[in-house]
């Protein structure tokens, strides 16, 4: 199934899951968090991250889309970056490997994500399509789900139709 790169909004994005680039607390944030929360719904959004209480750096978890033209939101934490030699790359892989795999059990066939880290986290914008797409690749070779990884502006957009 495709692979592809759009410029969109990720809460207008119709897929059986979205990613949100969320925090360790899933608590309502900044940047495409507070997009999304605000979308679904932010009130119960907030009451079912606060059910799971918790998600490490590199993991991910799941609840309802609520209102989003979705039937999952799958959070995704990703790193701070903090100069590139503190694992960042490994646990950026890891969030876009966790989601996909969650995306599996959910018995999703299309997921959308965001270019996780490269907003407020600060993880360079090339870099982290770079392993976007390498990690989202990777996992089309031996499995079917249409990926869509949305990004928000312009220049991400060109940087990604460069890769």
């Known amino acids: 199934m495709p692979f592809r790169m759009e410029r969109n909004d990720i809460t207008r994005v ?18 495409v968090c507070g997009a999304i929360f605000k979308a679904a ?24 889309a609520f209102d ?8 995704a934490v990703g790193p701070i970056w ?6 960042e790359e490994a646990l950026l892989a890891s969030c876009y490997r ?18 996780i880290s490269a907003g407020i986290y600060g993880y360079p ?5 770079e392993v976007a797409r390498r990690e989202i690749l990777a996992f089309l070779e ?9 990004l928000f502006d312009a220049s991400t957009t060109q940087a990604g139709n460069m890769l």
């Open 82 to 87: 903090r100069g590139g030699d503190q694992g």
């Open 68 to 75: 989003l033209p979705a039937r999952h939101i799958i959070h």
């Open 125 to 129: 914008r090339r870099q982290a399509l």
């Open 142 to 150: 031996n499995n079917e789900m249409d990926v869509t990884l949305v």
């Open 14 to 31: 119709k897929a059986d899951a979205i990613v949100n680039a969320a925090n360790e607390q899933l608590r309502h944030g900044g940047g």
């Open 41 to 64: 719904g932010a009130r119960r959004l907030q009451a079912a991250c606060n059910k799971i209480g918790y998600c490490p750096t590199g993991q991910s978890v799941a609840t309802p």
């Open 98 to 115: 966790t989601s996909l795999e969650l995306a599996i059990q959910l018995k999703c066939q299309s997921i959308a994500f965001p270019l």
